[in-house]
């Protein structure tokens, strides 16, 4: 039986099973259903920010390590030893078609003897259980695996043995990835072991279709850098196939029913650059518009997406200046602006000018527990600012990395939104966002944007003529209507009311000045104005 479903479907189902809802905060990152299959770390600390998202944070219950295709990802450290047979290649065409290149080629014609060799020749360098730089790992493994596994690197200057080779085999080896400093460092995991044969593989796929899918043979072998015969015999054999707009795909017969059933995303979320939700390969399901995938995913630098209501609105760029973290956006591509909501040919509103930075201050956003690492820092938890980068030496797998992480992100989310809440003015972003964006309720946002405006007329104002009461408000409150004085108004049959406003604007009037220093006002409106308070005992009068 095949089931059809719609590309909405696909991307509801989705973002219900990788809990981009945020059901929780301050999960510990090892129950998170995303690192059942990994989270990607490049550029780092990208796999925090991705536990953010999701309400999660690192602790020790997961690993850095390299993962699918050799990528550092963090894996819960519970299931490494079984991550190791799940990622080893099936046989040696397979072996030979993950290290393939110009200049591995007579590493991969030896298959899985060189997997092998490399994976021992890791394990045996980092036994003296002290943590090595990459230079030193690779010099220690070049150092005892054949010479036909080594490659001239004109970078370098050297011959070495080669990085593909190094990072898809150093799992197994039992490599984990320390991040610190200006460069990674390597030490060994001990309870993982060099697998004598693939095992595992099929939950691996299994995995991968519970997150991303549905999908096919060809996108999960592209995640696992596989080649696609070796993927389709380790297929799992209980798949519902899926027809998806005319595209054929599988998924896990206990998802089926949660397919069609998963609600509509109506949130806004910052996603970091290589987000699980960005590792799909579908990537024209993901984002439709072919033209768009270059600012996506970019070869080099990839920035983060704006995922507004399950779609990629556009893209986002994080950089501390001082003591603050700007949030640059870039607007999407004419197609996306026509999917939220834009005439064709005009910038939607929800977005600033190209290139607008939003300053990531903000009140509404959550502060993180007290810790030592406020306090050292001068962080949320001290009493201090807000602010937090993204990047700091800790990388992604530290409790002060997670706590700047989640304090980035859910900053830029309501940075974002006050930035969309800008440009839809209130009503239509509430019903283009749902209610809410980054958890934060609209109405709270448009309520402070409004006071913040009265402020600034206010501040204008006075600035400009602080003597005259002309733009004083006749009301208390930011609701009360203005009323300016209008010496040779007539008086008509609300003569009484308009006294009563006058006199009220007056004794208003007089509480500002005498606010900013000045005791009495001077007779420049031509209205009657009260006598001149007493000085008080012991002072001069004016």
């Not at 297929?235 to 196939?241: G, R, S, T, Y």
């Not at 010496?487 to 509480?511: C, F, M, S, T």
């Amino acid at each position: 039986m095949t089931l059809r479903s719609s590309r909405a479907d696909v991307l509801s189902h989705r973002f219900a099973a990788q809990e981009l809802h945020r059901p929780a905060t301050g999960v510990p990152g090892e129950r998170l259903a995303v690192t059942a299959l990994g989270v990607a770390d490049v550029p780092a600390p990208a796999a925090a920010t991705a536990l953010a998202v999701r309400g999660g944070v690192p602790g020790d219950g997961v690993v850095l390590v390299w993962g699918a295709r050799g990528a550092p990802a963090l894996h819960r450290r519970s299931e490494v030893a079984w991550l190791a047979g799940a990622l080893w290649p099936l046989d040696d065409a397979d072996a030979a078609a993950r290290i393939s290149t110009a200049r591995t080629r007579a590493a991969a014609a030896l298959g899985l003897v060189a997997f092998s060799a490399v994976a021992h020749a890791v394990r045996e360098v980092l036994a003296s259980g002290t943590t090595v730089s990459k230079a030193e790992l690779s010099q220690g493994v070049t150092q005892r695996v054949p010479d036909a596994l080594s490659i001239d690197c004109v970078p370098c200057g050297a011959r070495h043995v080669s990085g593909g080779l190094l990072q898809q085999a150093g799992l197994a080896g039992g490599a984990e990835v320390v991040r610190g400093g200006r460069a990674a460092r390597y030490r060994l995991l001990a309870d993982v072991e060099v697998p004598a044969a693939a095992d595992g593989t099929a939950d691996l796929v299994r995995r991968y279709l519970r997150l991303l899918g549905p999908a096919r043979p060809a996108d999960v072998a592209r995640h696992l850098g596989a080649s696609v015969t070796a993927t389709r015999r380790v297929w799992p054999d209980d798949l519902v196939e899926v027809d998806v707009e005319g595209r054929r795909s599988r998924l896990p017969a206990e998802d089926a029913d949660a397919l069609g059933a998963a609600p509509a995303p109506a949130l806004l979320r910052l996603l970091p650059a290589g987000d699980p939700w960005l590792t799909a390969r579908d990537r024209d399901l993901v984002v439709p518009d072919t033209a768009h995938h270059r600012a996506v995913w970019p070869a080099l630098g990839p920035p983060g997406v704006v995922l507004v209501r399950g779609e990629v609105a556009g893209t986002w760029r994080a950089a501390r200046t001082g003591r603050r973290l700007d949030v640059t956006l870039t607007p999407p591509s004419p197609r996306c602006r026509r999917r939220c909501g834009a005439p064709p040919g005009r910038r939607p509103r929800s977005w600033p000018r190209r290139g607008a930075r939003t300053t990531s201050r903000s009140p509404a956003v959550p502060e993180p527990p007290s810790c030592e690492w406020s306090r050292r820092r001068g962080g949320p938890g001290a009493g201090g600012s807000h602010d937090a980068q993204l990047q700091r030496g800790a990388g992604g797998v530290g409790v002060p990395a997670a706590h700047e992480a989640r304090e980035a992100l859910h900053e830029g989310e309501a940075a974002v939104g006050e930035a969309v809440l800008r440009g839809h003015r209130g009503a239509h972003a509430r019903e283009v966002l749902g209610g809410e964006h980054g958890g934060v309720p609209l109405d709270t946002v448009a309520q402070r944007l409004a006071a913040g405006r009265a402020r600034r007329q206010e501040h204008a104002a006075v600035a400009a003529d602080p003597l005259d009461l002309a733009g004083v408000r006749t009301g208390v409150g930011d609701d009360a209507p203005t009323q300016r004085r209008d010496p040779d108004r007539r008086r008509d049959g609300a003569a009484v009311l308009a006294e009563r406003r006058q006199q009220h604007v007056l004794r208003v009037g007089e509480q500002v000045l005498r606010a900013r220093g000045v005791r009495h006002a001077p007779q420049a409106t031509g209205l009657r104005s009260p006598a001149p308070p007493p000085a008080p005992a012991g002072r001069r009068g004016p």
